[in-house]
């Protein structure tokens, strides 16, 4: 909030609106459940004194929960727009220029200009600039994250056997996680035998098979932030190519975490993995970036690909993920989760990675 006011100082901004879950949530330290009703923060940069917008039926856990204390509501009967002007008027705002996110949604904006001569200006950069540097807190709630979607991810390796739907591998996950507090479970994929060659396929109800590669790409939300890991592992077997290709991937992953500290490149990152892949022969099976950042979303800044030339900094937080994909036989993806500190990365996910056989 104080890195937020400083940098409306500095611009003509004179207030923020924040409607979106996420920002809401990184703000005020809760969110509405965003339907259809209008929900937000205006946030004054000259006395930095926000008032919550919420409504009515949401006004107990706002008060419960809200950072900011100024809590105005409305019925369902009312206009939410009237309480927006009154509070614009209150905080004599209504000419300024209003910060606002890029996604706001258009009837939100029209009640925020059509009655007044504010001017609003797209502030998703400023956002994300203060959402990408993580607090020491920040961290901690992702490491525990990390240690709940690992946890599903071993509950998953020991129900694998020969017989076991993917489907079935994956309900088993589920449980695990939320049994041990994930909140919500937004990707659980399992991917077993030539379907483990779709970097993003969907699980089904095919059953493993008695030599058979099994991948699990798992993200899930513990106190409002992701984790997000992939783990691969083979049934009752490795072919001699099924164990070089996973030697292969996982030199990739160790290299590129061994490479994150402050000051490199996040194109610096995906280079480093990219050339372990490419120098074993396997540059044109490794179709995607190599990680992304994660935190209140699961994909955000800073993402790890060509072409990215932030400088990464201490409290960022991304994933690792190279992968190798031989279509329509099988593949291979390892993926942790890391934040930058000072000389060196983080691990946020501890999780073995030793080739396993089942
Ligand atoms: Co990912």
Redesign the pocket.
């Known amino acids: 909030m104080k890195n937020l006011i400083e940098i409306g100082c500095k611009s003509e901004i004179g207030a923020f609106l924040v409607t979106s879950e996420k920002n809401m949530r990184y703000f005020a330290g809760f969110s509405t459940l965003a339907i259809e009703r209008f929900a937000g923060i205006v946030i004054p940069v000259e006395t930095g004194a926000p008032v919550v917008i919420v409504p009515k039926l949401e006004e107990t856990k706002a008060q419960e929960r809200s950072a900011f204390k100024e809590i105005r509501t409305y019925s369902d009967s009312e206009n939410p727009a009237v309480v927006l002007n009154k509070v614009v008027k209150e905080l004599k705002l209504e000419k300024g220029v209003f910060g606002v996110e890029g996604t706001l949604p258009f009837r939100f904006y029209r009640m925020l200009v059509e009655s007044s001569n504010i001017r609003a200006e797209d502030a998703s950069a400023t956002f994300s600039q203060l959402r990408i540097i993580k607090s020491e807190e920040e961290l901690k709630t992702m490491q525990k994250a990390a240690d709940i979607v690992a946890g599903g991810i071993k509950a998953g390796i020991e129900f694998i056997r020969p017989g076991v739907s993917e489907l079935a591998i994956s309900s088993e996950i589920e449980r695990t996680i939320k049994e041990n507090g994930g909140e919500s479970i937004p990707f659980c994929i399992v991917l077993s035998g030539a379907n483990s060659a779709l970097p993003h396929g969907e699980t089904t109800s095919r059953k493993v098979d008695a030599k058979d590669v099994v991948l699990m790409?798992i993200?899930a939300v513990y106190d409002g932030y992701y984790a997000?890991l992939?783990r691969t592992v083979f049934v009752g077997e490795a072919t001699k190519k099924q164990r070089e290709i996973y030697h292969v991937v996982a030199q990739a992953e160790e290299a590129a975490i061994k490479s994150v500290r402050s000051g490199i490149k996040a194109e610096e990152v995906d280079t480093i993995a990219r050339n372990v892949i490419e120098k074993a022969g396997y540059d044109k099976y490794f179709t995607h970036r190599t990680?992304?950042g994660?935190g209140l979303e699961?994909?955000e800044e800073p993402y790890i690909t060509q072409g990215n030339k932030t400088i990464l900094k201490p409290g960022m937080t991304f994933?690792i993920?190279p992968g190798i994909y031989l279509p329509r036989e099988f593949g291979v993806r390892i993926?942790d989760n890391i934040a930058v500190s000072e000389n060196k990365g983080r691990m946020l996910s501890k999780l073995a990675k030793e080739l396993t056989v089942i």
């Open positions: 790409d993200g997000d992939t990680g992304h994660l699961v994909h994933t993920e993926e």
